[in-house]
């Protein structure tokens, strides 16, 4: 009993760490890629951060350079979401000064609304990674 407790534990956090690295990867979607996020400079995308202990801070001074192309890489949000325990609070959030502006709207433009779409899809992921999960495990 004891050996099937902690592969169901195992699975289950394995599907939650999936899950989130989903949803995460579909707020950051591009407009471009089907997603609900405006890319111009990368800047917005690529202040996008995980962590276990608090939401990331939006800084106000946090704005894209002239110019300069931002990449983001998912790589430090992955450790991140790798590194939590069963049960710890996730927490994913943008430090551009702008990102609110984006995710509800400002100054006569419609909003984005990339992370609150991204969330509201948490259950159908969660479905399809525990199917996915199902299936490998031999079902």
Same mark, same amino acid.
């Given at each position: ?20 690295q ?19 400079t ?6 996008g951060?995980?962590s ?7 800084? !106000?001074?946090?704005?894209p350079?002239?110019?300069? /192309? &931002?990449?983001? #890489?998912?790589? =430090?949000?992955?450790?991140v979401? $790798?590194? !939590? ?6 927490y994913? /959030? &943008?430090?551009? #000064?702008?990102? =609110?502006?984006?995710?509800?709207g $400002? ?27 199902f ?5």
């Amino acid at each position: 009993v004891s050996d099937w407790v902690a592969q169901s534990k195992k699975r289950v956090g394995a599907v939650v760490k999936e899950s989130a690295q989903r949803v995460i990867s579909e707020a950051q979607k591009p407009v471009g890629e089907g997603g609900r996020m405006r890319v111009d400079t990368g800047f917005l995308r690529a202040s996008g951060q995980a962590s276990t202990s608090s939401m990331p801070a939006i800084n !106000a001074n946090a704005t894209p350079g002239s110019g300069q /192309g &931002y990449q983001y #890489s998912d790589s =430090a949000i992955a450790l991140v979401i $790798a590194g !939590a325990g069963l049960g710890q609070t996730l927490y994913f /959030g &943008y430090t551009a #000064s702008y990102a =609110a502006a984006r995710e509800y709207g $400002a100054r006569g433009q419609e909003p984005d609304a990339f992370v609150r779409v991204a969330a509201q899809k948490w259950p159908q992921i969660v479905k399809q990674v525990s199917r996915e999960a199902f299936i490998r495990s031999g079902g």
